[in-house]
């Protein structure tokens, strides 16, 4: 397992070389994240895993990295190519990454 900082991700999903799970809560997905994401609640995300495509790495974030930790490592086991975005969506803002909605905020 690899972690990969916010701007190693933004390159990576710029370039449609990864899948991005945000695994926070949907009113904090709401508040604020990252264009191109998707949303999979940490609660869920073994209900959910089936629709995870194995064909593609997958990066897992959070607000600061701890939730999106455990997923990549779940999913490491499983046999995905699991990585985990450190720092989380704090560190995506503090480097000065684009958030969506306009105005958004990490929540």
Same mark, same amino acid.
């Given at each position: 397992?690899?972690?990969?900082?916010?701007?190693?991700?933004?390159?990576?999903?710029?370039?449609?070389?990864?899948?991005?799970?945000?695994?926070?809560?949907?009113?904090?997905?709401?508040?604020?994240?990252?264009?191109?994401?998707?949303?999979?609640?940490?609660?869920?995300? $073994? =209900?959910? !895993?089936?629709?995870?495509?194995?064909?593609?790495?997958?990066?897992?974030?959070?607000? +600061? #990295? @701890?939730? $999106? =930790?455990? !997923?990549?490592?779940?999913?490491?086991?499983?046999?995905?190519?699991?990585?985990?975005? +450190? #720092? @989380?969506?704090?560190?995506?803002?503090?480097?000065?990454?684009?958030?969506?909605?306009?105005?958004?905020?990490?929540?």
């Amino acid at each position: 397992m690899t972690d990969y900082s916010p701007r190693e991700v933004s390159d990576l999903l710029r370039d449609g070389q990864v899948q991005l799970i945000d695994v926070r809560e949907s009113d904090e997905h709401a508040a604020g994240r990252i264009a191109g994401s998707r949303l999979v609640e940490l609660g869920t995300l $073994s =209900a959910q !895993a089936e629709t995870i495509s194995r064909d593609q790495p997958v990066i897992f974030y959070c607000r +600061s #990295g @701890g939730r $999106s =930790a455990m !997923a990549t490592e779940a999913f490491a086991q499983a046999g995905y190519d699991a990585h985990n975005m +450190s #720092g @989380g969506l704090l560190e995506w803002d503090a480097a000065g990454l684009p958030l969506e909605p306009d105005g958004g905020h990490v929540a």
